[in-house]
């Protein structure tokens, strides 16, 4: 059954602590992407790759950074967690050309920074 | 730039009852539009989506069917059952506009109770 598969469900992180957060693909999807989901605010884009080594911003990169040295990891870093990074975070991958209709997504990671 | 607006939640029905789900967008090219939905404590899955202007897409007794005239794609189902609650997500991927990223509404949640 093909996948994407976030490292964590739950994280408990200290202000100011380095955070990562994991996403491995197993389907070779070129797209990868970051999402953070808040009540009433929805699916928000922060980050996505094309290729490795590549990233674009999305919506909202600010406070956050990415990497993807692989074809099959996405990494999102929070360079130094704040309380209003507090929220739900989804990865999704998509195979080239596939638009929006390729879009699979992992089951997220619920990040609470106190 | 492109955008999806969808009717505010939650919504609460009855077993059996007619669901629809008002969805409309704004988009500068020929997008296509999906439907979305997030089952608790998982990610999203695609439930259904449409290319192209009269296109219906349907999945799972879900039907949407994309009214370029309306600008609009609107998610219903005849009958519901309790096992539909989730939250429920209009999006659309328009090439000429966002590189065929996704772009989210922000969510109606469904609440079907027995």
Avoid at chain 1, 53 to 65: L, V
Avoid at chain 1, 87 to 98: F, H, P, Q, R, T
């Amino acid at each position: 059954d093909v996948k994407v598969t976030q490292s964590s469900r739950y994280l408990v992180k200290r202000t100011g602590e380095k955070v990562f957060l994991e996403c491995v693909q197993d389907m070779d999807h070129e797209n990868m992407f970051w999402y953070r989901q808040d009540p009433g605010l929805g699916l928000r884009l922060i980050y996505f790759s094309y290729d490795v080594k590549m990233k674009e911003k999305g919506d909202i990169p600010e406070g956050y950074s990415v990497s993807r040295e692989k074809k099959e990891r996405f990494s999102l870093i929070l360079e130094s967690a704040s309380t209003n990074q507090t929220s739900m975070y989804l990865c999704a991958s998509s195979s080239l050309g596939s638009g929006g209709g390729g879009y699979t997504f992992g089951s997220g990671t619920r990040l609470t920074v106190v | 730039g492109d955008s999806v607006t969808q009717m505010e939640g939650p919504v609460t029905l009855s077993e059996e009852a007619f669901l629809t789900i008002n969805c409309t967008y704004t988009a500068t090219g020929y997008p296509s539009l999906f439907w979305y939905v997030q089952y608790p404590g998982e990610g999203l899955q695609l439930l259904l989506k449409a290319t192209k202007a009269d296109d219906k897409g349907s999945n799972k007794g879900f039907e949407a069917t994309y009214r370029k005239e309306t600008t609009s794609f609107h998610l219903e189902k005849g009958s519901v059952q309790v096992s539909d609650s989730a939250v429920y997500f209009c999006a659309l991927s328009d090439y000429g506009g966002s590189q065929g990223n996704l772009i989210f509404g922000k969510g109606t949640k469904l609440s079907v109770k027995p």
